[in-house]
């Protein structure tokens, strides 16, 4: 009897948890294992194999034993003890679970906002799969999920000046700092937000701001400074700090990088990023309450972010979940909403049924098989390699002359790939510089029809995705 009345009253709670669990299930139809994926599984199987954090590369034959900062290597240590675990399975485990762990955590944190307007919570968790950029087995997802928390943890210290939940922030600190450390700055960084929102009290046209007290700001100020403490408790101590602001200031990278790109409207993928900041916008305005300013900073900031790189545009969206709710007016439950949301559940359960296979998320490698194993028969000492190629050779156990981790490549021989890769004036010499003695690019790149132009190499392998040539000296 109690297990009936205890659904009957929790009802609407309980369907939105089967949609939100049918919800995760149906994003992993877009799950994928993402070329650096191999990089970070060989680093955490190293680690883990021989009881040592990396911090100088092992990787490369161009940078061997240079300073590597693996500012993600507790994530590898995961992914690959995930792999131990759950074998082939490991990288759905874990996406599946941080994905549903964060989807759970943004409803069951603010509830009763979700819940008193059950069309619009609906259509705001559509705009999750629409700019949803961290579905690979990469430590971005857990990046996300902390990040939800420490907005959580910061503004709801902000309306409650009693709460204590606010020193939990620098454990959020110290974990980030050592699962994906380039962007761990955020929870200092938002303490010292939210001290700025709070030092003024106003109410002008639509904008409303409220004065935190004395206590509030030497809180957010000292737990500041301790996240910044626990920040540097990691392998490479304080350099951590600084890390994000230097990625963030090299220009090549920003230039090079797809997930560094900034939004674009000459880009028609980048539209839904534009709509869903006017969307947000839109819903604040329109809105018969205030804007806080606090809500109008956050939103500013993040909105910048965001512009600035599309890896940044879900952080946005995580953020903004956090007030947009309150900005939205309560709707009346209607009586088929629970059976309109189950009726979404079990068609989103067999839509991913129907359409997920495994074996799409784990034949994403770069390279086939048989090139591979021509590499692995020539056993080259210097290869040179398409950047999108490193991380599977890696995985392969080749070395390599380039890979995804381009901070580490960034100020020795980046630049000198990206000449050499687009043919730039002089990239000639720069091959001669390195010595090359094999080369495995793309099919239809320009270098591939440079190295069967010249004599001085031999087509050894093709397939459809890539070619390998050899030097006539090794021939």
């Known amino acids: 009897m109690k297990i009936k009345e205890f659904i009957k009253r929790h009802k609407l709670v309980l369907f939105l948890f089967v949609f939100l669990v049918a919800f995760s299930l149906f994003l992993m139809l877009f799950l994928r294992c993402d070329i650096d994926y191999f990089w970070h599984y060989k680093a955490g199987e190293y680690m883990v194999k021989h009881g040592e954090i990396l911090t100088k590369d092992i990787f490369s034959w161009s940078l061997n034993q240079y300073y590597w900062m693996s500012h993600e290597w507790l994530f590898e240590v995961i992914i690959y003890g995930l792999d131990v675990i759950f074998g082939k399975f490991h990288v759905f485990v874990y996406v599946f679970s941080i994905t549903l762990i964060l989807l759970f955590f943004l409803f069951f944190s603010q509830k009763k906002e979700y819940l008193k307007n059950i069309p619009f919570a609906l259509f705001w968790t559509a705009f999750f799969i629409l700019i949803f950029t961290g579905l690979s087995g990469r430590p971005q997802l857990l990046s ?148 806080r300013f606090l809500d109008a900073i956050y939103y500013l900031f993040f909105l910048y972010l965001g512009l600035k790189s599309i890896r940044f545009w879900f952080f946005s969206y995580l953020v903004y979940t956090f007030f947009i709710f309150y900005y939205v007016p309560k709707r009346k439950v209607d009586s088929y909403t629970c059976s309109l949301i189950l009726v979404f559940s079990i068609l989103l359960v067999a839509i991913f049924i129907r359409g997920f296979s495994y074996s799409d998320v784990i034949s994403t490698k770069s390279l086939s098989d048989s090139a591979i194993q021509v590499l692995k028969k020539e056993r080259p000492e210097r290869l040179f390699n398409y950047y999108d190629y490193g991380a599977y050779l890696i995985y392969q156990d080749i070395d390599v002359f380039i890979d995804g981790r381009a901070d580490l490549y960034s100020k020795y021989i980046y630049e000198d790939y990206q000449d050499i890769s687009r043919l730039k004036y002089g990239f000639p010499e720069l091959i001669s510089k390195y010595q090359f003695d094999y080369f495995i690019v793309p099919k239809e790149s320009g270098l591939a029809s440079y190295l069967k132009s010249t004599p001085d190499y031999s087509l050894i392998y093709q397939d459809k995705k890539c070619s390998i040539f050899k030097t006539k000296e090794k021939c």
Not at 171 to 195: K, R
Not at 227 to 241: F, R, S, T, W, Y
Not at 264 to 282: K, M, P
């Open 144 to 291: 996300f999920l902390l990040l939800a928390v420490s907005v959580w943890l910061i503004f709801y210290y902000f309306y409650h000046p009693d709460s204590k939940r606010i020193y939990f922030l620098p454990l959020i600190s110290f974990f980030w700092a050592n699962v994906h450390g380039g962007s761990s700055n955020l929870p200092y960084l938002l303490c010292f937000l939210t001290i700025f929102c709070g030092l003024f009290q106003f109410s002008f046209s639509k904008i409303e701001a409220v004065r935190l007290s004395r206590k509030q700001i030497i809180t957010y100020f000292v737990v500041a400074i301790i996240c910044m403490v626990a920040i540097v408790l990691n392998p490479h101590g304080i350099k951590m700090l600084f890390y994000p602001y230097q990625n963030m200031a090299d220009s090549l990278m920003l230039s090079t990088i797809a997930e560094w790109q900034p939004s674009n409207l000459n880009e028609i993928s980048h539209y839904v990023y534009f709509v869903f900041a006017l969307v947000t916008l839109g819903i604040m305005i329109f809105s018969k309450k205030k804007i």
